[in-house]
Nanobody, 120 residues
């Protein structure tokens, strides 16, 4: 009932920037938390950043000062601006959205992911 479409991944050199987007659609009444996770073959899935409906943000220590999460509530979209990228940022980035459906049921949905590759 909730679809997430991610975009913006790609190949970039170290020190470069990318901007990820994740748009939610479906029978959504309200969205509370929007977040980005990342997963690489060598590591478990880790939280990169999150943002609440009120705009409170949280970042992993490894990305503080380099990444910025933001959201457009009208568009039901969350963004991740990634600057000063490092090779260790290489991973599949997945967005996760939680909230409430028009039926009143709560939901938590994850996108299929977008690949970010940072070359040295």
């Amino acid at each position: 009932q909730v679809q997430l479409v991610e975009s913006g991944g790609g190949l970039v050199q170290a020190g470069g920037s990318l901007r990820l987007s994740c748009a939610a659609s479906g029978s959504i009444s309200s969205i509370n938390i929007m977040a980005w996770y990342r997963q690489s073959p060598e590591k478990q899935r880790d939280l990169v950043a999150s943002i609440t409906a009120g705009g409170t943000t949280n970042y992993a220590d490894s990305v503080k000062g380099r990444f910025t999460i933001s959201r457009d509530n009208a568009k039901k979209t969350v963004y991740l601006q990634m600057n000063s990228l490092k090779p260790e940022d290489t991973a599949v980035y997945l967005c996760n959205v939680g909230g409430r459906l028009v039926s009143g049921q709560s939901f938590s949905s994850r996108g299929q992911g977008t690949q970010v590759t940072v070359s040295s």
